[in-house]
């Protein structure tokens, strides 16, 4: 194996754990931030889904705490 791109979320912190949960399913990964917050909620938590296309991963990134 090696490192084909390094899958960051876009404003992301360091302290949101980010990829604290991962799920794949074919080319597409879900990674969880379970401490991300937002100005009104904190630790409200976030999803962020990556999908692999042959130019680089593209992403998909929901607002905060809201499921796909």
Known sequence: ??????????GGLANDAFGYSVS????TILVGAPRESTPTNQFQ???YFFQAAKSGPTTREPSAGRAW
């Open 1 to 10: 194996w090696a490192q084909s791109a390094k899958l960051t979320p876009t």
């Open 24 to 27: 794949v399913s074919g080319n």
């Open 45 to 47: 938590g976030a999803g």
